[in-house]
């Protein structure tokens, strides 16, 4: 079964904040080390129904986060080999971090909610 991450992100998107400014980075690495720099310092890690901060011991389900922008970043090589970037915040929580996934072939199972929430994204300017 098809990831629905791929299905939406089919074919090459730009790198969108939700503030609708652009910003453009050629490497993971240099996504994640400028979010890490404008304050999204704690790490996230996705479970199927929420994200976790094990920082602040905090579970997030999908409508206790906010994701203000993402990068998509695609394999060279191999089109399986690919990873979004997300900058979320939690106002409830007092989380603001960075949460790195593979999507495509390798992606993790979500429920529904899950996928619904990461889908979410800002309307684009062309």
């Given at each position: 079964?098809a990831?629905?991450?791929r ?7 730009v790198?969108?904040?939700l ?5 453009t ?5 240099q996504?994640v080390?400028d979010l ?5 310092t704690d790490?996230l890690a ?11 011991n905090?579970?997030?389900p ?10 998509r970043?695609e394999?060279?090589?191999d ?6 970037v ?11 971090g ?5 999507f495509g072939a ?17 309307p684009?300017d062309?």
């Amino acid at each position: 079964m098809a990831c629905p991450l791929r299905k939406w992100f089919h074919g090459r998107i730009v790198h969108v904040t939700l503030a609708g400014m652009k910003a453009t980075y050629d490497t993971l690495s240099q996504a994640v080390n400028d979010l890490q720099r404008r304050g999204y310092t704690d790490d996230l890690a996705l479970h199927e129904e929420c994200l976790v901060c094990s920082g602040k011991n905090a579970s997030l389900p999908p409508d206790e986060f906010q994701i203000d922008e993402f990068h998509r970043f695609e394999g060279a090589s191999d089109p399986g080999d690919s990873s979004i970037v997300y900058a979320i915040s939690s106002e409830k929580h007092h989380v603001k971090g960075v949460l790195v996934n593979a999507f495509g072939a390798g992606a993790t199972r979500l429920t529904q909610l899950m996928v619904s929430k990461l889908a979410t994204h800002p309307p684009q300017d062309h």
